[in-house]
């Protein structure tokens, strides 16, 4: 029985207390909390001193080592490790852990209290959602799920749903499932990881098979899914596009956020990318000896097709150590591709896809319009990318300084990602889920990109390394064997 | 007779309740004997165990969502500026900067 008196129950007239332009029966729904601060602000704040407060420690008090600088806190922000019968091995640094887990459940409640969630159960339901995200590492770092590239986005996405949908999330676990804010403040942090000085880490060859070919599958995918399909949701296909098109789960959750998608189409998204990179990660480097590629060919191909980046570094190792090297080294290409894809999918959304409530004639959409409707986050996520950048290229000690920081906050984002997916399981439900696979349209549209994708990448990759390049391909080869 | 609709709609809440407890358990008690059982038995399977024993010596993390994850791996570094492109390693992760030494 709801009880009307607890935060979360839905308003009895619900439509009285929403801002003016609900989007949908899920917005009409769904509680209102009186927030001091917008979602995303507060996660380009709180990203931003993170950054700001890693990169001063590692500064004043970092260790130099032969490694290079090592931040303080380093040693005290790790995830549960991997393990093979004994779940507890994967935690036996627990006191490290839990300095993990304190600093999620401090993050956690400075949400809570920012944005207006109720603070009298906030401790309780930001713990347990921690205690989840725990759980979903751990079950992640078994040994044959890890081979599996079966990463904790999955496990976190499952855990979330398993309790929702049998005994059902109380209310004050449901009240502080912060998703927006752990997704915003993570990809603030996911920025200062994006150095654009490595995106011509390839020379002409890479920007041919990571510049030209991932913008096209990306565009023509998106296009296949509204004009063929005619997808329901802009949003799914834009997201499955990106996911399937760009580097899997971190694109999926870049643009997800940057297109306003619902959590399920983002769920839905990172499921079928997992689900795929497992059979590619086997399946291609077969199907590459078989045809007989080079290494250099075949990681090219690897690093443009296989979303996931673990995935593509595992595949490649399957064929030899210069296909492992070309095949991060593509994927790192577009990783870094994020960032660009993430402004563009905003900027897009606002000026073509969301419709004005002040009109609906797209060409009347102005400048200050774009800027009003622009996911503000965005602009942190960039920011903390060019600073990196900035600090990447400008002397070796400002790059160790960088590099000290990341190797933190990274760990820092891997939690506020999980804590994320943990959310959105628990405000999901499977029958949502179904729906949206409804005609297995998001499958065709998968598939349909992802054999784009496969084809082109392979005729880019063959172009650049074997026709217009092949001295860089006979270089690769001296250089990495 | 709103008493007994009452009584009724409160039976059938404890009655989902009671359905929902038992399917969390049920899920528990699966994911117990994959994790615990199932998938400590597959790993070690010989083709399987070989192929974790590599990724492990190179140091790579088939989970990585992001380059920053993958490890110290090598990627590669190519130079235009010269009059024949050079090829050289870049340690993944590290500074790409166009005029320092390779």
């Known amino acids: 029985m709801p009880n009307s008196s607890h935060p979360y129950s839905p308003p009895s007239n619900p439509a009285s207390q929403l801002e003016p332009f609900p989007q949908n029966e899920e917005e009409v729904t769904k509680p209102r909390f009186r927030s001091i601060i917008s979602e995303d602000w507060l996660a380009i704040i709180v990203g931003s001193l993170i950054l700001v407060v890693v990169l001063i420690s590692a500064w004043l008090w970092g260790v130099q080592s032969e490694k290079g600088l090592a931040s303080p806190w380093k040693a005290w922000l790790v995830l549960p490790g991997e393990w093979q019968v004994n779940p507890w091995t994967s935690i036996k640094s627990w006191p490290h852990l839990l300095g993990s887990?304190?600093?999620?459940?401090?993050?956690?409640?400075?949400?809570?209290?920012?944005?207006?969630?109720?603070?009298?159960?906030?401790?309780?339901?930001?713990?347990?959602?921690?205690?989840?995200?725990?759980?979903?590492?751990?079950?992640?770092?078994?040994?044959?799920?890890?081979?599996?590239?079966?990463?904790?986005?999955?496990?976190?996405?499952?855990?979330?749903?398993?309790?929702?949908?049998?005994?059902?999330?109380?209310?004050?676990?449901?009240?502080?499932?912060?998703?927006?804010?752990?997704?915003?403040?993570?990809?603030?942090?996911?920025?200062?990881?994006?150095?654009?000085?490595?995106?011509?880490?390839?020379?002409?060859?890479?920007?041919?098979?990571?510049?030209?070919?991932?913008?096209?599958?990306?565009?023509?995918?998106?296009?296949?899914?509204?004009?063929?399909?005619?997808?329901?949701?802009?949003?799914?296909?834009?997201?499955?596009?990106?996911?399937?098109?760009?580097?899997?789960?971190?694109?999926?959750?870049?643009?997800?956020?940057?297109?306003?998608?619902?959590?399920?189409?983002?769920?839905?998204?990172?499921?079928?990318?997992?689900?795929?990179?497992?059979?590619?990660?086997?399946?291609?480097?077969?199907?590459?000896?078989?045809?007989?590629?080079?290494?250099?060919?075949?990681?090219?191909?690897?690093?443009?097709?296989?979303?996931?980046?673990?995935?593509?570094?595992?595949?490649?190792?399957?064929?030899?150590?210069?296909?492992?090297?070309?095949?991060?080294?593509?994927?790192?290409?577009?990783?870094?591709?994020?960032?660009?894809?993430?402004?563009?999918?905003?900027?897009?959304?606002?000026?073509?896809?969301?419709?004005?409530?002040?009109?609906?004639?797209?060409?009347?959409?102005?400048?200050?319009?774009?800027?009003?409707?622009?996911?503000?986050?965005?602009?942190?996520?960039?920011?903390?990318?060019?600073?990196?950048?900035?600090?990447?290229?400008?002397?070796?000690?400002?790059?160790?300084?960088?590099?000290?920081?990341?190797?933190?906050?990274?760990?820092?984002r891997g939690w506020l990602f999980c804590l994320a997916f943990v959310c959105i399981g628990i405000e999901t439900n499977f029958a949502e889920l179904g729906r949206h696979m409804k005609g297995g349209k998001p499958m065709i549209l998968y598939l349909s990109g992802q054999m784009l994708n496969l084809c082109l990448t392979l005729l880019m990759a063959w172009l650049a390394f074997e026709v217009w390049f092949p001295q860089v391909t006979s270089q690769i080869e001296q250089v990495t064997k | 007779m709103p008493h007994e609709t009452f009584e009724g709609t409160a039976v059938l809440k404890a009655s989902r309740g009671n359905r929902g407890a038992l399917m969390l358990a049920c899920w528990i008690a699966l994911g117990s004997c994959c994790w615990l059982v199932l998938f400590p038995w597959l790993t070690e399977m010989p083709a399987i165990k070989s192929h974790i024993r590599r990724n492990q010596l190179l140091g790579i993390d088939p989970t990585a969502m992001f380059y920053t994850e993958v490890g110290q791996l090598n990627g590669i570094h190519v130079d235009h500026s010269g009059a024949s492109p050079t090829v050289s390693i870049l340690p993944l992760g590290t500074a790409f900067k166009p005029d320092a030494p390779q």
């Open chain 1, 101 to 412: 887990l304190i600093v999620c459940i401090g993050l956690g409640l400075i949400g809570s209290f920012f944005l207006g969630r109720p603070q009298k159960t906030s401790l309780l339901g930001v713990s347990a959602t921690v205690l989840l995200a725990a759980l979903a590492y751990v079950l992640s770092g078994q040994q044959l799920v890890k081979y599996y590239n079966l990463e904790f986005a999955l496990w976190a996405l499952v855990l979330g749903l398993i309790i929702s949908n049998t005994v059902g999330a109380p209310g004050w676990l449901r009240s502080v499932a912060m998703t927006e804010f752990y997704i915003k403040t993570g990809l603030v942090l996911l920025g200062a990881e994006i150095l654009f000085g490595q995106l011509l880490a390839l020379g002409l060859p890479g920007i041919c098979v990571a510049w030209i070919v991932t913008p096209i599958v990306l565009m023509t995918t998106f296009w296949f899914g509204q004009r063929v399909l005619k997808m329901e949701s802009a949003s799914l296909n834009m997201v499955i596009s990106a996911d399937m098109s760009v580097c899997g789960v971190s694109a999926a959750i870049a643009t997800a956020a940057a297109c306003k998608a619902k959590k399920e189409e983002l769920s839905l998204a990172v499921g079928l990318s997992l689900s795929f990179t497992v059979v590619m990660m086997i399946v291609l480097p077969a199907i590459i000896r078989a045809l007989g590629l080079s290494e250099v060919l075949g990681g090219a191909w690897l690093g443009g097709t296989i979303d996931s980046t673990g995935a593509v570094v595992a595949a490649g190792a399957m064929l030899g150590d210069t296909a492992r090297d070309v095949a991060a080294t593509v994927k790192m290409i577009q990783n870094i591709l994020i960032g660009v894809v993430a402004f563009g999918v905003a900027w897009y959304w606002v000026r073509y896809q969301q419709p004005s409530n002040a009109s609906n004639n797209l060409e009347q959409t102005g400048f200050g319009e774009v800027w009003r409707r622009f996911p503000r986050f965005i602009l942190g996520f960039l920011g903390a990318s060019i600073a990196f950048s900035v600090l990447n290229q400008m002397s070796a000690e400002s790059d160790q300084l960088a590099q000290a920081t990341i190797a933190v906050t990274k760990t820092i």
